[in-house]
């Protein structure tokens, strides 16, 4: 079970853009990558590609570029905080926050 998913509002700790937060749009499990929304954002230059349908625009594009997982932290309301599973009733795996103990 992967302590970090998509929609959660995390902050990074490391690296170029520490102390910023913002909220995971996608999770690469496999890889250990994250995508966070205006984080590790890159510089592409792209070309324009003409066709008879319009094509694309051509130019220098700003794109957010994956994250390692372990260089953000989950954030429980202003605080970042690691986390810990716990199994409820059903038997079914819950996140539980390590500060204030509360379920994420």
């Known amino acids: 079970m992967q302590r970090i998913r ?13 102390g910023a937060e913002g909220r995971v749009v996608r999770v690469w499990p496999a890889e250990g990558k994250v995508l966070v929304e205006g984080v590790n954002v890159q510089t592409k230059h792209r070309r324009l590609q ?3 349908s319009g094509g694309t625009e051509g130019g220098i594009m700003h794109e957010e570029a994956p994250i390692d997982a372990s260089n ?10 690691r ?7 059903d038997g079914k795996k819950k996140r539980i926050a390590r500060k ?3 379920e994420l």
């Open 6 to 18: 998509k929609n959660d509002q995390v902050r990074v700790i490391k690296g170029k853009d520490k």
């Open 50 to 52: 003409r066709s008879r």
């Open 72 to 81: 953000v932290m989950l954030l429980d309301g202003k605080t970042p905080t």
């Open 83 to 89: 986390v810990r599973f716990e199994q409820d009733k």
């Open 100 to 102: 204030s103990g509360e």
